[in-house]
């Protein structure tokens, strides 16, 4: 099993008699790049903060590299870099003396300044006043900050919220590269799968301060079949047939729809078909989006 560099066991935050986040077991291995999903006011701030020790959990342990964060916890987040909602700069600052005001705070090596801003393809508008830069630009720079301790572990939280769809392109493929070329674990947070899926290879979802689902995206996507239709002649008997195999199924506008089937039943029912005669004029697979299955899970209270 991979070592895991984030482990929570029920985490829990009271805020005003109101669980914000309620039993949260996060794993997150090495090498991750790990989607936190939610719709907003769903608890993942909150989560995201305990786990960087701003706010201390009601109850449940948080344990980051194996080590408890209540009682290690400065050097836990020496190895660890962060990007929490907006980054904050010295607008009239350039990029290298932003960074060069954390540098000295943390500790490390002029050279590293350099270095992060290559990483997040900054070097041209180095010497730029930050208040020049597009949105876009700000968060590549709040990202340089966050790696510039040279971190073992990343977490972002809506790094592309607000960003136009170029900067959103910037923003995902930047962290796509993070553990191949630098090593580095990922969480980032979002209320969009469709952004999280195109770069994560595990997901979280939580819902009302829950972690409803926690697997990767191929167990999601294999959740995607809405069974299927076919189109025959004949169909109100063809549907008595198919019921007669114990297929769940019904007409709709003159096609037949089912619920999932294994593969080998969807062949013998159009074996059976055929054999009695009906012609099979198409047959084709129903599969909701995965958009469509994290608003079922978020939107009507299910769980996966």
């Known amino acids: 099993m991979s070592e895991l560099v984030i482990q929570t066991k029920g985490l829990y935050k009271l805020y005003r008699k109101r669980a914000a986040v309620e039993n949260v077991n996060l794993e997150i291995a090495r ?33 980051l ?8 916890k400065m050097n836990i987040l020496r190895r660890t ?11 009239h600052l350039t990029a290298v003396e932003n960074l060069e005001a954390l540098r ?11 270095e992060v801003l290559d990483i997040v393809s900054l070097t041209k508008e180095a010497k730029r ?3 020049g830069y597009s949105l876009g630009m700000k968060q590549r720079l709040g990202i340089a900050a966050a790696l510039l301790g040279n971190p073992e572990l990343l977490i972002l939280d809506e790094p592309t919220n607000g960003l136009d769809p170029s900067g959103i392109h910037e923003i995902r493929e930047l962290i796509k590269n993070m553990p191949k070329q630098h ?25 009302e301060g829950q972690l409803v689902f926690q697997d990767t995206i191929d167990r999601l996507v294999s959740q995607s079949s809405g069974g299927f239709r076919l189109a025959v002649s004949e169909p109100e008997t063809a549907l008595h047939l198919a019921l ?13 729809e089912f619920e999932p089937m294994q593969d080998a039943q969807v062949a013998l029912l159009v074996k059976r078909l055929v054999q009695n005669e009906h012609m099979v004029y ?23």
Do not use: W
């Not at 198409?282 to 996966?304: A, P, T, W």
């Open 104 to 114: 000295r705070i943390i500790g490390v090596p002029k050279s590293r300044i350099a």
């Open 244 to 256: 007669d195999l114990g297929c769940d199924g019904r007409l709709r506008n003159e096609v037949l």
């Open 129 to 131: 006043p930050v208040k």
């Open 65 to 72: 590299f194996g080590k408890d964060l209540t009682k290690e």
């Open 183 to 207: 090593g580095i674990t990922v969480l980032v947070s979002s209320h969009l799968l469709s952004e999280v899926e195109q770069m994560a290879g595990k997901v979280g979802i939580i819902r």
């Open 81 to 91: 870099g962060s990007l929490v909602e907006y980054p904050s700069y010295y607008g």
């Open 282 to 304: 198409r047959v084709e697979e129903k599969r909701k989006s995965l958009e469509d299955i994290f608003m079922e899970i978020v939107g009507k209270g299910n769980s996966l």
């Open 31 to 63: 090498g991750d790049i790990y989607g936190f999903l939610g719709p907003n006011g769903a608890g993942k701030t909150t989560t995201i903060r305990m786990l960087l020790g701003l706010v201390k959990p009601t109850r449940g342990s948080i344990h």
